[in-house]
């Protein structure tokens, strides 16, 4: 296993990892996410209006560093280049949802019924986060 491989996996245990996005000017926009590894691909639970959602629709390009839940990085040196995607199938959406509730439980569970009782459960969205090699295979 190479060793961004190995630190792909790693970061899927984390607690918090910043996500960093990038605006179409090239900025970079960082994010504090819940991350729940899903077979061989991470998963991040967002809202599809998000900001970051939208900078994925315009561009795969994206990082990931382990951070706690302020955002606040806890390696600034290992950051790991990947490519990201929104979830569109349903079924994929519910397995990546599925994922996230099973590593956060309880903590997911009550965000997910905030967004119930906000009206904007309908609004949830599963991001797709793969290593670069894995995402140039095919």
Not at 93 to 108: P, R, S, T
Request: charged fraction near 30%; aromatic fraction near 6%.
């Amino acid at each position: 296993m190479s060793d961004d491989r190995a630190a792909f996996e790693a970061l899927g245990h984390e607690d918090y990892v910043s996500l960093a996005t990038f605006r179409k000017s090239g900025k970079e926009v960082r994010t504090a996410v819940w991350i729940a590894p899903d077979g061989d691909r991470l998963v991040v639970y967002t809202n599809r209006t998000s900001g970051k959602a939208k900078r994925i629709r315009a561009g795969s390009r994206a990082r990931l560093c382990a951070c706690d839940v302020r955002g606040r990085l806890t390696s600034p040196e290992r950051w790991l280049e990947v490519q990201a995607r929104m979830v569109e199938d349903p079924a994929d959406q519910q397995d990546g949802l599925a994922a996230v509730v099973a590593k956060y439980g309880w903590q997911m569970r009550l965000a997910l019924l905030a967004s119930r009782v906000s009206g904007r459960y309908a609004d949830r969205a599963i991001i797709e986060i793969r290593p670069l090699e894995a995402a140039s295979d095919g």
